[in-house]
């Protein structure tokens, strides 16, 4: 036995249903583009273990420091052999978006002849400059200051121009 219009007021339903749902699944999927701040970090390269340098006194040896941060990035020879750990992290808002570098560090252990640790720098970048951020001081210029720029325009973000 059929009902007149019955089934209309059915498929009304069933089609406000749908709509509703659409909508809610909609409003979940846009939700997760901007209303829930999901930023997406992605680190290259060298990444710090946090409390290491503490364990490199200085006067510790080669041997000591490899086996604390193991194998460096790059070596340099200027005064003595130096040790480069590099690392870059970026960071995006949404999976379609690029990513943009929010920092990049440069470890540098400096040895003396002997092999012994003479220094730690952790460079970083500060108002545009070279910055230890262990010393506290900006770097002013020399070979190392000439090498350090090679380092951070190598791997993707230069400061200085050019």
Request: aromatic fraction near 10%; glycine fraction near 14%; include cysteine.
């Amino acid at each position: 036995m059929r009902v007149p219009g019955l089934g209309s007021s059915i498929n009304r339903h069933r089609r406000a249903v749908l709509t509703v749902a659409l909508v809610l699944t909609g409003a979940v999927a846009l939700g997760g583009c901007g209303g829930l701040n999901t930023r997406e970090t992605l680190a290259r390269g060298y990444v710090l273990p946090a409390g290491a340098l503490e364990q490199i006194p200085i006067g510790a040896s080669q041997e000591q420091v490899l086996i604390v941060l193991g194998t460096p990035s790059t070596v340099a020879t200027i005064n003595g052999d130096v040790f480069y750990y590099i690392s870059q992290k970026s960071e995006r808002s949404a999976a379609f978006m690029p990513y943009e570098v929010v920092d990049q560090r440069v470890v540098g252990v400096y040895f003396n002849k002997d092999k012994k640790v003479v220094r730690l720098a952790n460079y970083g970048l500060k108002d545009g400059k070279i910055f230890d951020f262990v010393s506290g001081k900006t770097e002013t210029g020399g070979n190392e200051l000439n090498y350090l720029r090679g380092i951070f325009k190598n791997v993707g973000f230069n400061p200085f121009g050019g």
